[in-house]
Structure formats: C-alpha cells, structure tokens
C-alpha cells in the first residue's frame, strides 16, 4: 500500500514536472518564433533600403560623372577664352601703338 501511495506520488509528480517543461519550452519557443520574424522583417526593410540607397548612389555616381565631362569641357573653353583674350589684348594693344603712331604722324603734319 505504501509502494503504491510512493509510486503513485511519483508518477503524479513526473507527469507535473513534464507538463511545466512542456509548457514552458513551448512559451520559449513562441517567444523566439516571435523574434525571428521581427529580425527577419527587419532585414527584409534593412535590404529593401540599401537597395533603394545603392541605386540613389549609382544615379549620384551617373550625375558626378557628367558634371565631370561637363566640367573638363568648361575647363577647354575656359583655357581656350585665355588664348583668345591673350591674343585680343596683343592686337589691342599693336592697334593703339598704331593709332599713337599716327596721331603723331598727323601732328607733325600739322
């Protein structure tokens, strides 16, 4: 009877002891269930915006590289205007050294 009694307090106590751990390793699994779709959805956004990013950053790159061309151009008309302002300021300046010389010549005529 006593056996009994044990055998049954220990079966009793076991099956209690298992529903506890079933209960609560199922409590841990929903929770880290939970955690991995919140980590998952937030990689899915974390790489829908480096996408979004890395085509903004491929367009910018696109934008450089034409305002690079753009500015070599500038640079060539700008280098060419010197020359051309250079040689202006020559002939320019021949043309008054003329005029000086024939307003001196008109003078002595005079």
Do not use: C, H, P
């Amino acid at each position: 009877m006593f056996f009994d009694w044990l055998f049954l307090t220990v079966i009793i106590t076991v099956v209690g002891l298992l529903f506890f751990k079933v209960f609560y390793y199922k409590n841990l699994y929903e929770n880290e269930r939970k955690s991995n779709f919140v980590l998952k959805s937030t990689l899915k956004e974390a790489e829908v915006l480096i996408k979004k990013y890395q085509i903004q950053l491929q367009r910018s790159l696109g934008n450089i590289d034409i305002l690079n061309d753009e500015m070599g151009k500038l640079r060539n008309d700008v280098k060419t205007f010197k020359a051309r302002n250079s040689q202006y300021r020559i002939e320019n300046e021949r043309t008054r050294n003329k005029i000086k010389e024939l307003e001196s010549k008109i003078e002595a005529l005079l």
